[in-house]
């Protein structure tokens, strides 16, 4: 008689900031910061994820996110593949969810997924048993870059709790703002929300957010955060202001607008001597080469995080991030149930 088996549990994903509590993204910071530390010795690489498969699914362009989550996944000792719809069976007709069978056959552990439709990654989890990260999904959604913002804030001014964030620009095509604005009131942070009124959305105050329609509001700020205008995003023939050159002198981060003992921070690419100065964009007050280093590490720590299961021990112990038994400290102690 066969022994009756407990079903397996389900799947994790990272597809929401919504989704996470504080508990979570403590651990995944603090995570993030043990496996920085490993990255100070000479041999970089850690065999966490040895044997495993991470598949990059990338509908849209991107540079920093596909980069740094193919570099994770390999710091981690993964085996990867990285496909654009460009050059794909996408251009013959093939649907997302026959894209997403088609990988499920080859049984991956984690398929990370950028694609310009909101849901996108919800349907790929649906249809694989792989744990999904959502690497942004139209203007809804993009987890990690609102994770790796975190730390970056965290290194630069030694806290988040009661920190006030300014996010200038356009908010209404922005999936970062959205997730930041989340995860700056998960870990007690402030957000204000600044731009001319056509893109800023319509209720977005529910998320927990301010809004102002007035660039003198940024000088309150701890961090002021530039979004760039996203035209890929805007029909054919929309205007949501004047011209570049009246939203530039409205609305633009110039040295003049920055105070002294602020920091400036951008998610890129950006459009310089539009919404932002060069004059600023070069100078140390900016972190936007830290925004870049933290997302290498954050996104290891969100795939170490889904794929490895967690002790369930108390808050300040140690977990193994090498795999070799080499352990560094980090938060434990969440459930083992959905992230997301």
């Known amino acids: 008689m066969s022994e009756l088996r407990p079903p397996a549990a389900p799947r994790r994903h990272l ?6 509590d504080s508990v979570d993204v403590e651990r995944i910071l603090e995570t993030a910061r043990a496996l920085a530390a490993s990255l100070d010795r000479e041999v970089k690489k850690l065999p966490t994820l040895r044997g495993r498969i ?101 290194a630069a001014l030694g806290r988040l709790e009661g920190v006030h964030v300014a996010v200038v620009g356009d908010v209404l095509h922005s999936r970062v703002a959205r997730s930041l604005v989340q995860a700056l009131r998960i870990v007690g942070a402030r957000s204000t929300l600044v731009g001319p009124p056509t893109l800023i959305p319509r209720g977005i105050e529910a998320l927990g ?71 600023v964009a070069d100078s140390d007050v900016a972190l936007v080469a830290d925004q870049v280093r933290a997302g290498l590490v954050v996104r290891m720590a969100v795939l170490y ?13 140690t977990v193994d991030v090498s795999g070799e038994g080499e352990f560094f400290p980090a938060l434990a102690g969440s459930s083992h149930g959905e992230v997301s």
């Not at 597809?15 to 996470?20: F, H, P, Q, S």
């Not at 981690?76 to 593949?81: G, I, P, Q």
């Not at 002198?249 to 951008?266: L, S």
């Open 209 to 279: 957010c301010e809004v102002s329609t007035d660039i003198a509001t940024i000088g309150d700020a701890d961090v002021i955060y530039v979004l760039r205008m996203q035209a890929e995003r805007m029909a054919a023939g929309e205007a949501f202001v004047p011209s570049l050159r009246e939203y530039t002198a409205e609305f633009g981060v110039t040295p003049e607008r920055v105070r002294p003992g602020q920091v400036v921070m951008h998610p890129g690419p950006m459009n310089r001597g539009v919404e932002i100065d060069p004059r």
């Open 305 to 317: 995080d889904l794929v490895v299961e967690r002790p369930a021990s108390a808050s300040g112990t």
């Open 54 to 154: 991470v598949v990059n699914l990338f509908y849209e362009s991107s540079t920093r996110t596909l980069a740094s989550f193919e570099l994770a996944a390999k710091r981690l000792s993964a085996d990867t593949m990285s496909l654009r719809s460009a050059g794909s069976s996408v251009d013959k007709g093939e649907s997302l969810k026959d894209t997403a069978l088609t990988l499920a056959a080859y049984d991956p552990d984690v398929i990370v997924i950028r694609h310009p439709s909101i849901g996108a990654p919800q349907l790929v989890a649906r249809n694989t048993d792989a744990h999904i990260v959502n690497a942004g999904d139209g203007k809804h959604q993009h987890p990690t870059q609102a994770l790796l913002d975190l730390y970056t804030i965290h």
């Open 15 to 20: 597809l929401a900031i919504g989704d996470l």
